[in-house]
Every structure is written in structure tokens, then in C-alpha cells.
């Protein structure tokens, strides 16, 4: 079996901000080039992890200028906002969020393509933005959650 390719990748500042939190930036790039996910381990940020659907409810919400890094997979139904460190308890009580452990590894495509149904909806910019809890936890709601409709309690 042939060795895979490697795939031409633009070294944007967002590839490298990103690359560069990553334990191994080295490592990143290799996978990134040969077209897969990369492994970076959630030390420089946190990942607060959420329902496809709950995410691209809140994107709307959130002015793009103030959006910070959104990854999404439509294939698993999940979408993983970049927050700073410092802010998992003001993320611990909404409903639709999961803020992951520090250390975890959430596999990244570059933020300049897709791979497979991997994609950032809002990319890394290289600046070191990351998302707003107060503004994430506004966009989802209070206590979020899916509304029923009103047929489902017998209204009309």
C-alpha cells in the first residue's frame, strides 16, 4: 500500500497559534500535511463541548466579530468552543455545555480545510481570541435546553 500524500498546507497564523498549543507542534503539522486530525490537548484553553444543533442555534446569537473558535463534526452531532482557562465555573452551569477536562485531546483539522466532517465554523484566528463564556452561556440560553412544543403537553 502506498504512503499517503502529503497535502499542500497554508501556514496561516491560525494553523501555527493552533499547532503551537499543542504538545507536539511537530506532530501537528505531519498530520495536518498528510491530511488528518491532529491531537491537541486542551492546556492552553478550555473545550466547552455541545450538540451540533444547540451550537448552530447560539452561533446565531453571538456577533461574528466577537465569536472565538468553534469546531464542529455534523457526523458525531458535536461542536467544541475554545475557552479561556480560567472559566470553567461560570460554563458549569449551562445546560447544553460540557466543559471537558484540561488535558483533553480534542483532534483538530487546520483551520484552513475540513477533514472528513471536521471543520471550524469560527477558525482560530492566530491572536490567542478565545470564546467569551459569558457570551457562550447567553447564546445557549438560560437553562437551555430543547423546547417542547405545545401539542406535546396536550395544548392546542
Known amino acids: 500500500m502506498a504512503a499517503p ?47 451540533l444543533g444547540a451550537a448552530l442555534r447560539a ?3 453571538i ?16 461542536a467544541w468552543w475554545l475557552a479561556p482557562l480560567d472559566t470553567a ?4 452551569d449551562v445546560r447544553h455545555a460540557t466543559v471537558l477536562p484540561s488535558g483533553w485531546p480534542l483532534h483538530c483539522p487546520p483551520t484552513t480545510r475540513a477533514v472528513g466532517s471536521r471543520v471550524w465554523l469560527h477558525a482560530p484566528d492566530g491572536s490567542g481570541h478565545l470564546m467569551a463564556p459569558a457570551l ?8 437551555g435546553g430543547p423546547r417542547l412544543p405545545a401539542e406535546a403537553f396536550g395544548c392546542p
Do not use: Y
Open 5 to 51: 500524500k502529503p497535502v499542500p498546507l497554508e501556514l496561516d497564523a491560525g494553523n501555527i497559534w493552533l499547532a503551537n498549543c499543542s504538545l507536539r507542534p511537530d506532530v501537528a503539522h505531519e498530520a495536518w500535511a498528510m491530511g488528518g486530525l491532529a491531537p491537541v490537548h486542551s492546556t492552553q484553553w478550555l473545550v466547552s463541548e455541545v450538540q
Open 59 to 61: 452561533v446565531q446569537r
Open 63 to 78: 456577533p461574528h466579530r466577537k465569536a472565538g473558535p468553534l469546531l464542529i463534526d455534523a457526523r458525531f452531532d458535536s
Open 89 to 92: 465555573g461560570q460554563l458549569a
Open 136 to 143: 457562550l452561556a447567553a447564546a445557549l440560553g438560560p437553562g
